[in-house]
Nanobody, 115 residues
Framework: QVQLVESGGGLVQPGGSLRLSCAASGFTFRNYAMSWYRQAPGKERELVATITSRGSTNYADSVKGRFTISRTNAKNTVYLQMNSLKPEDTAVYYC?????????WGQGTQVTVSS
């Protein structure tokens, strides 16, 4: 079955950086798009970034120029490099596999941006 395990969250000061990782198993990773979503308290889950199987990327306007999504197919892992973090980036970040096929979700990792 599909398993997605996120790591790398934590507490960081405004302006700081974090790198999230999502280790995937249970499907042919290289064939599918991968995405990062986030959900802040009291808000709906929103799409942050997507990387296709061919490596094309798309970002939410709120993170363009600050976040970078990447993947290493040999390690079945997708990453989210987050720079210049803002308090409004505070949320639980979730990894999603498969794009429109929606193969599954990870358990989420908390990112808190606060001084």
């Amino acid at each position: 079955q599909v398993q997605l395990v996120e790591s790398g969250g934590g507490l960081v000061q405004p302006g700081g950086s974090l790198r999230l990782s999502c280790a995937a198993s249970g499907f042919t990773f290289r064939n599918y798009a991968m995405s990062w979503y986030r959900q802040a308290p009291g808000k709906e889950r929103e799409l942050v970034a997507t990387i296709t199987s061919r490596g094309s990327t798309n970002y939410a306007d709120s993170v363009k120029g600050r976040f970078t999504i990447s993947r290493t197919n040999a390690k079945n892992t997708v990453y989210l490099q987050m720079n210049s973090l803002k308090p409004e980036d505070t949320a639980v970040y979730y990894c999603n596999a498969g794009g429109t096929f929606n193969l599954g979700w990870g358990q989420g990792t908390q990112v808190t941006v606060s001084s």
